[in-house]
């Protein structure tokens, strides 16, 4: 079955520091793979998006989130972390020929002062 | 500005009060699609339209309804709500285009709470 998986529920790091989002996935086929952002009560915002090409891709506020075929995952990163980071992640793949754009449980990203 | 619109934001009933969620973009995008998003279960797709007068199921459709009469316009109809309808809804579009690797925009979301 097609899934994704986001094995942290909460991750803190302290501002100025590298962070990472990890993601990983289950689909047949070649994966198209996206990470969102929501900021408290607000929608969900696109931050980037892998199709095709080059492995690193980057994205919206400093963002970038590498695909690594072999071990499927789509870690979201950024080398030095704000406050204004703080928010709720998602990441997010879908698969050629599907409608379908299937969701993780979300990671809650901390960052403090 | 291009965006995707839901009415009410914020919305408190009681069980069995129909109701409806409006939403509209402006993108001229041919697929919508509506979420609910539950703590601890992401989002989950509840339905969606590749464009007017085609709708299908997506994973959790049970007690919901939608139309798609208008290119812009996907409204979501609870018929007769229930407390585990209460939830955190999102609309989405994007275009067909590219089909799965299009981004889907997101509206800013109705809360949802059914008593």
């Known amino acids: 079955a097609q899934s994704v998986a986001q094995p942290e529920d909460q991750v803190n790091v302290a501002e100025g520091n590298p962070l990472t989002v990890k993601c990983t996935y289950s689909v047949s086929g070649n994966p198209y793979l996206f990470w969102y952002v929501q900021y408290p009560n607000r929608g969900l915002q696109f931050l980037l998006k892998y199709i095709t090409g080059d492995n690193l891709v980057k994205g919206s506020y400093g963002f970038e989130a590498e695909f690594n075929k072999s071990q499927t995952s789509f870690h979201l990163k950024k080398p030095s972390a704000l406050v204004s980071d703080s928010a709720l992640y998602f990441c997010?793949?879908?698969?050629?020929?599907?409608?379908?754009?299937?969701f993780g449980t979300g990671t809650r990203l901390q960052v403090f002062p | 500005e291009a965006q995707v619109t839901q009415n009410p934001r914020y919305l408190i009933t009681v069980t069995g009060k129909k109701l409806t969620v409006t939403c509209s973009q402006n993108?001229?995008?041919?697929?919508m699609s509506w979420y609910r998003q539950d703590p601890g279960l992401g989002l989950r797709q509840i339905y969606y339209?590749?464009?007017?007068?085609?709708?299908d199921k997506g994973d959790v459709p049970e007690g919901y309804k939608v139309s798609r009469k208008e290119k812009r316009n996907f409204p979501l109809i609870l018929e007769s709500p229930s407390p585990n309808q209460t939830s955190l809804y999102f609309c989405?579009?994007?275009?067909?285009?590219?089909?799965?690797?299009?981004?889907?925009?997101f509206g800013p979301g109705t809360r949802l709470t059914v008593l």
């Open positions: 993108m001229n995008h041919e697929y």
């Open positions: 989405a579009s994007r275009s067909t285009s590219g089909r799965a690797g299009d981004t889907q925009y």
């Open positions: 997010a793949v879908s698969f050629y020929n599907t409608d379908k754009l299937i």
């Open positions: 339209s590749m464009n007017v007068e085609v709708t």
